[in-house]
């Protein structure tokens, strides 16, 4: 169950380009959580700014329980991102968590996961590395930025040892273009038999990674980025329209509590 915390700020460090890696500790046990689940974060003094914000939880919860901290790799992307990383120990950070539904990729012993990241949604997939890690499993990375300087924001994924490819848009590291082709080119190149997607990123990019995923016949999971302002269900802001297999009309769902992580194959795009 989700609970309200009241977290002290152990660091926020500068970890490359805009990207931060802030951890949060508590002075109590935190409940599990899943990979793929968020925290909802309150950013400024008093009511200003007065919603929290949503972040993906980075880091997995210590085996055997007993965590402590909480980790969220951000960038500063506006006013919000900002006020977070302006924060020094020992501020202290109201956080609800964990929330959400993680990934549950459906598969078989011994399937692969191809994790396809564009920009900060690696922030969503990296604990789902680092489990798959954990069990001697060998997931691989696609990740997409802007330019090579962006490539930060995955150097704490391929340290664990995953394989990782990487797009940018001006061509500056690996491929260049968008990570939905390089998707389809690894695809096409490895073969599809065996392999469940997991994609976090912006909604073009999902949409696209979700139709190579259709073309191919490979199994996808999205995590959705909606903006939200309770994160329990609630204020209804979130929603998203699925057509789940067999139905006829458009059925709405709150991406904060049937989500973030969701079948691609039935999300109305």
């Not at 929290?52 to 919860?61: A, D, M, T």
């Not at 269900?233 to 009309?249: D, F, K, S």
Request: neutral net charge; aromatic residues 6%; glycine residues 12%.
């Amino acid at each position: 169950m989700p609970a309200d915390f009241h977290l002290r700020v152990s660091s926020n460090e500068h970890v490359g380009a805009s990207w931060f890696l802030i951890t949060l500790a508590a002075d109590v046990d935190l409940p599990s959580w899943q990979p793929g689940q968020f925290l909802m974060l309150s950013l400024g003094e008093g009511q200003d700014p007065l919603l929290r914000r949503p972040f993906s939880i980075y880091n997995l919860p210590e085996p055997g329980g007993a965590t402590r901290s909480v980790q969220v790799l951000y960038k500063i992307l506006g006013r919000g991102t900002a006020l977070l990383s302006e924060l020094r120990p020992p501020a202290r950070v109201p956080a609800l968590l964990p929330l959400g539904l993680g990934f549950a990729p459906r598969r078989a012993r011994g399937d692969r996961l191809v994790l396809v990241a564009g920009g900060v949604g690696v922030a969503s997939l990296h604990p789902l590395a680092a489990e798959e890690i954990r069990r001697g499993r060998r997931p691989l990375l696609l990740f997409g930025c802007r330019t090579s300087a962006e490539v930060a924001g995955a150097e704490a994924t391929r340290a664990l040892g995953v394989e990782t490819l990487v797009s940018t848009d001006d061509g500056s590291e690996g491929a260049k273009g968008y990570v939905s082709d390089l998707l389809d080119a690894v695809l096409a190149e490895r073969g599809t038999e065996g392999s469940v997607l997991c994609v976090c990123g912006p909604t073009p990019m999902m949409k696209a990674s979700a139709g190579v995923a259709t073309r191919r016949g490979a199994v996808c999971h999205v995590s959705l980025e909606s903006p939200m302002a309770c994160g329990f269900g609630v204020c209804v802001g979130c929603v998203v329209g699925v057509r789940p297999e067999g139905a006829v009309e458009i059925l709405y769902r709150r991406t904060c509590v049937d989500g973030p992580v969701m079948d691609a194959s039935e999300i109305v795009w």
